[in-house]
């Protein structure tokens, strides 16, 4: 079974950073892919950001060139590095991970952006 834990959200004014982390319960080399995703109330949960086990990464259109994320193998933890936030960036985030055709989920962590 995997586990994965997010933290670091929080209030934050727009134009403020913030960056969350998932730490995984195994060797993050063992998934596929990893990635972030976000909720806002009354929308579908959206793909923010992901990494390829290779390295490779892709990002939403709304987030290109603000988030960034990124790894750390030696202590198996996932980063999302939000920077110049918006109000729209207001979501609940969420840690993905998959690995041999299952998608695996943390518990997620809101983050709000308001002055």
């Known amino acids: 079974q995997v586990q994965l834990v997010e933290s670091g959200g929080g209030l934050v004014q727009p134009g403020g950073s913030l960056r969350l982390s998932c730490a995984a319960s195994?060797?993050?080399?063992?998934?596929?892919?990893m990635g972030w995703y976000r909720q806002a109330p009354g929308k579908e949960r959206e793909l923010v950001a992901r990494?390829?086990?290779?390295?490779?990464?892709d990002y939403a259109e709304s987030v290109k060139g603000r988030f960034t994320i990124s790894r750390d193998n030696g202590v198996n933890t996932l980063y999302l590095q939000m920077n110049s936030l918006k109000p729209e960036d207001t979501a609940v985030y969420y840690c993905?991970?998959?690995?041999?055709?299952?998608?695996?989920w943390g518990q997620g962590t809101q983050v709000t952006v308001s002055s």
């Open positions: 993905n991970s998959f690995r041999y055709g299952t998608n695996y």
């Open positions: 195994r060797s993050i080399l063992s998934f596929n892919t």
């Open positions: 990494i390829t086990v290779g390295g490779s990464t």
